[in-house]
């Protein structure tokens, strides 16, 4: 089981910037290393967990860099640290370096991409659960949505290194080729259903993308894309597991093909997060209790942000 390998330690380390690139319009690859007891503790860190980074001390962009819709939020505090998971995680010698793939979307994030080689970033982790492969898992299909392809280039690395026996596919949405978080045009290469994104091909996984308007891949949302590919699978179901991350209403929309499908579903959630540590009660979601229909609250923190799609109240009123 990966769950049994994540990493057990989890404390406040320091970390240092060894880059921090823009890739696209609005998505940066951060990569922080750690030395000593935060290298050690990062070393085991799990594809689907996440760190709370604090960047209320980080610089602003300068006026010309900050997007018009973000101008007048640029400016506040940042008080709560924020939540990241991780695309990469990599241990050489005594340091552990992880990459953090993110979307400039509000303050913090407008700050990090000033981070720049050699500064230092405060980083609380590695904290909630990962993804988990149950026994006799022989297809493991990665459906993300925008920035959710983060966590799940992670997880194609750990599922191709330590299950080789496991088929790994991966399906990345977004609305627009533009829009899709990864590091190369699509239009240089190919603009085909089959094409392979070189994020999850260094892996030997085979990629399919979906844009909603067409731009690129399949036209239409990745959930789309998913159910026609489980329609011409034969094997669909047995021994396969998606494991899904992005917007909320995708993740929901996956556990009801899983469903449909008698397919396991492993759902990575996100909520707003003023503690990361089972404090404050913040990140709150609904679950089904299993044999009423009465639901629970369990923490996105603590008891996830991986839940299995099946638990999830998805729009319980
Ligand atoms: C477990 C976890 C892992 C994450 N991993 C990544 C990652 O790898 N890459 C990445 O880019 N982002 C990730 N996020 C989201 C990231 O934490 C937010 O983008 C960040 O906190 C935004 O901070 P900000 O100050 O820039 O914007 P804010 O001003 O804090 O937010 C901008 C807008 O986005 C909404 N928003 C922000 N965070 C959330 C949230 N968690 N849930 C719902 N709505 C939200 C706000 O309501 C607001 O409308 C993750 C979140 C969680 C909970
Ligand atoms: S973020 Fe504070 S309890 Fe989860």
Redesign the pocket.
Known sequence: MLEESLAKKRGNFSATVCANKQIRERFYRLVLEFSGEGAEAFAKTGAGQFAQLDLSDTALPSVEAIPDDLADVAERKILLRRPFSFADVTTKGNKTSVDILYCVIGPATLRMTTLSAKESVSVLGPLGNGFWVPDGTKTALLVSGGMGAGPLQHLAKVLTSDFPDIDVIAFAGARSAEALPFERRLDEISQQLGFSLPEFAKYGVESLVATDDGSAGFTGPVTGCLSEWLGRSKSAGKGMVIYSCGPEAMLARVAEIAKEKNIDCQVSME?R???????????AVECRTTGSNETVYK????DGPVFDGSEVAWGIE
């Open positions: 909520r997060m003023a503690c990361g540590i089972s404090l404050c009660q913040s990140c923490l996105c923190c603590q």
